[in-house]
């Protein structure tokens, strides 16, 4: 079987360095199968976090070659191994040892989101109509597994450290479910200027490229709320149909 070299960060707390281990192959390996086969042959104490093996659950994000992606989904297929392999820890979170870092922040964040605030039912039975194509909108938003592959690829969190003004593409798509819900009543615009950091998106769809679930961030989901922010607070029509009707209902205009 082929030999192939795999080049994994190791080290706590930010400090480390990159260990080389070689492992034989077998066709149809992943790059978990591999951090695995030399957590268990060669580096026992080589600290990574994994659980479903299947694409579903988040657990192994890393950098491979790097690029974020999920351990369990990269196959050695698809990567040269005819050169070292490099496995290491997401740029975008504080690092706590070798694989893992600690992405708790953004659990913090999605507190800080107004929750779902449905309207009154459509009819006596106590029943709601939605159309289609509102249900499969905001299905697709719905099958984010919180990886945050998108978090850690966006230049604003990855590389300007700016998670106290931006809660990245990953919380925007989940306000994005909110916002698109016929059934919401709650009004999320003010703060997605003002403290959710909307408007620190350039656009470049970097989160869209890894996300696992092929999910459209940046089309169906941040460009929408950008637009609803714009129109809400810079389209001039719309600020004087506001003051209008401000002044109607004998309000400060």
Known sequence: MPTATFRVWRGSAG????????????PGMVVLDAVRRIQAD??????????????????CSAEVNGMPKL???TRLSQLRIDQPVTVEPMKAFPHVK????????????????????PRGPDAEDGTWRMKQEDIDRVQEFRKCIECYLCQDVCHVL????????????????YVAALEMNPLDTEDRLEELRDTMGVGFCNITKCCTKVCPESITITDNAIIPLKERVVGKFYDPVARLVQLFRRDKSGGDA
């Not at 590389?159 to 931006?166: G, K, P, S």
Request: net charge positive; glycine share 6%.
């Open 42 to 59: 060669q580096a026992n104490d080589l600290a990574l976090r994994w659980n479903c093996k299947a694409g579903k659950c988040g657990s």
């Open 71 to 73: 351990m369990c989904m």
């Open 15 to 26: 400090e480390g360095k990159f260990v080389d281990y070689t492992i034989e192959t077998a």
């Open 158 to 173: 990855r590389e300007h450290n700016m998670h106290q003004q931006f809660i990245g593409p990953r919380f925007l798509v």
């Open 98 to 117: 070798d694989l893992i870092t600690d992405v708790s922040w953004n659990y913090e964040v999605k507190k800080r989101i107004k929750k779902f605030k």
